[in-house]
């Protein structure tokens, strides 16, 4: 059975990178952003294809009947690589869901192009997913998702929001914002750093919807627009004290302070942050005990799995790759201290 659906993934991947290669993003109407994006998968296909594959392969072992009677839900889907590989290896009905129109309209053109027909499209984040979802009558047999939790604002309402789809699924979550690998935490954190006081640069193939300028700055100028009647020390303090926050929350807090002289909000990591204007965590390396907590608190049952690297085109670096590999197929699945990512698969039962 295992080899039965290695070999259907190993088709997949090599169909959709064939299509891939046949593609020009600069020739297609669709946005810079994603034009970088499919650029970047088709220069480095191999690399990509090996994460989505062991991703695919946890997701098909949760199935409880045949790839081709099932649903696969594509969550946070970007340019659609994942929705694309869901296809092609014979998934019934197949759901591409992100919160960006752009990447929406972009994946209607690139999978014309690509001759992959996606059953339906979700634009929306997880309330606008979960009723679209249940309003249609779909019901999901895995719900998938690359690199998506890590951007994610507030992790207790997603997945509070989530069990209220109709239907019994299994939800896999990849990423590579791996707290637990002290190499990745401290690249990581560094990134966070910068958005927080100098802003990340913006580059082509930007996201029009994030902000580019330093957060702190950004939540400077919140709390001044809302509160113009606060002194600049105060503002100063409280833009500090409301970092991970958006808009409406700092609003809250600041409330809060003018009301009773206290800060009634901690944020406990030192470095992890977020576009105070709409959510979006610059990589949140995330508390995997109290991640679990969570979500079994709401009736879910989950594991957290490691990954194997991916080979690069960099000969060189797949020497330590190849070794690391070694390491982390010994030591066995759910050890965390030296792999890329980890998946959360969770079981909604």
Known sequence: MQSLIDEQIKKAIEKVSSKLQKINPYDLNISEYNQKYLEKYIENSSFYMFLYSQLLVKAIKKL?????????????????????????????????NDIYQISVDDTLLISKNMDITIDHYICGDVEQFVNDINSHSIKPDLI?????????YSLKRWFKTITNIESNFSLLFMTSANSNNPYIANRLKKL???????????????KEIDLNTSF???????????????????????????????????????KDYIKTGKINYQIKHPTNTCDPYNGNRTENLIDLKQLKMLIKNNNLTVEITNSLYSYSNN?????PKYFLNQIIHFLGPRHLLLSPTYTLEIQNH
Not at 69 to 80: L, M
Not at 222 to 248: A, C, H, Q, W, Y
Not at 315 to 319: A, E, F, T, V
């Open 64 to 96: 409880n009947k045949p790839i081709s009677e099932s649903t696969f839900i594509d969550y946070g889907g970007g340019s659609g690589i994942l929705s694309y590989l869901a296809k092609e290896i014979g998934f019934k009905y197949v759901v591409y």
């Open 144 to 152: 998938c998702s690359f690199d998506v939790l890590e951007h994610i």
């Open 192 to 206: 966070q750093i910068k958005a927080e006081y100098k802003g990340l640069e913006r580059k082509a193939g930007w």
């Open 216 to 254: 702190l700055e950004a939540r400077k100028n919140i709390i001044r627009k809302r509160f113009p009647k606060l002194e600049n020390n105060m503002v100063k303090k409280l833009s500090i004290e409301t970092r991970g926050l958006k808009e409406d929350d700092i609003e809250v807090v600041v």
């Open 315 to 319: 000969k060189i670096l797949n020497i």
